[in-house]
């Protein structure tokens, strides 16, 4: 078996959510005179590739220690909604079904095409990235819980839709466009969409479940759109942790790795070395 990374590169660049502690580093030791570096790092748990846990919003749930690797690893899917979404748009459970076929209990890990604007990648542009994304409705939650879902993984900045999070009032000019927008295309005004009850739905509803979520993934995603994979996630032993960054990978045998990398040959790449969201998808 070979792994393809689908996690983002890490570095005091990489923005955290909205008002979220940043990645900070700083050498507590150098080589001169000590013999060794050595770095204290600070941040956020939310905070490029990482995967929300339970208690993040759902006081009794688990932690990421108690997160076991039946559950982080497993059959799932990756499904390309990019040619179906753009700016503040709404996903539903019949893009998804449309472009693959969900079992019962996969991991779901959904391709928006939002990740281009992600630090790493030559159209970076954070507010695109963090504010602009397409999310899901209610329809979708109660398509996870009926299908079952193990988890999701999205390749922007949250699993909810951004105007159905704090974000709507942190950032009333992009709130502005997104309302025309709503107006325009669902001939109904955020509010009406997304209603008080509804507020951040994906970590609300969900996580009591025990369905939570990834966030900010990427890497080589694109070279495995709308296929059925191997997936784990792999975030600390957290003991207490609410959430925690991660590594998320896709777990290939040797005859399809050998065709994705001749694939990735073909593909413009991030100065990372990771593949460059095509401009053709939004």
């Keep these: 078996m070979k792994i393809i990374d689908l996690t983002i590169p890490l570095g005091i660049g990489t923005p955290a959510w909205p008002t979220y502690e940043p990645l900070q580093v700083k050498y507590f030791k150098r080589l001169a005179p000590n013999g060794a570096n050595g770095q204290i790092v600070t941040h ?17 749930g688990k932690d990421i220690a108690s997160l076991d690797f039946d559950f982080l690893h497993g059959p799932g899917v990756v499904v390309d909604l990019s040619d179906a979404v753009g700016d503040y748009d709404i996903y539903t459970s019949e893009m998804i079904e449309e472009r693959v076929d969900v079992h019962e209990g996969d991991i779901l890990i959904i391709h928006t095409g939002y990740h281009r604007y992600g630090w790493d990648q030559p159209k970076a542009d954070e507010v695109r990235y963090m504010v602009k994304h397409p ?26 839709h951004p105007m159905n999070t704090i974000i709507r009032d942190w950032m009333p000019r992009e709130a502005k466009e997104a309302e025309a927008h709503f107006q325009e295309v669902y001939g109904k005004s955020i509010a009406e969409v997304f209603t008080a009850d509804k507020y951040q739905l994906m970590h609300i509803e969900l996580f009591p479940h025990g369905i939570i979520h990834a966030e900010c993934l990427g890497g080589d995603i694109d070279l495995l759109l709308n296929e059925r994979v191997e997936i784990g996630c792999f975030p600390w032993r957290f003991v207490d942790g609410e959430s925690c960054i991660s590594r998320i990978v896709a777990f290939v045998d040797d005859e399809q790795y050998a065709k994705l990398m001749e694939k990735k040959k073909s593909l413009e790449l991030t100065r990372f070395g990771d593949c460059v969201c095509p401009t053709k998808q939004i």
Aim: hydrophobic share 30%; with cysteine; charged share 25%.
């Design 135 to 160: 999310g899901p409705d209610r329809e979708f939650a109660q398509w996870c819980l009926d299908k079952k879902i193990s988890w999701i993984g999205v390749d922007c900045g949250s699993a909810d």
């Design 44 to 60: 956020s748990n939310h905070l490029g590739t990482h995967l929300d846990g339970e208690i993040h919003f759902y006081t009794p």
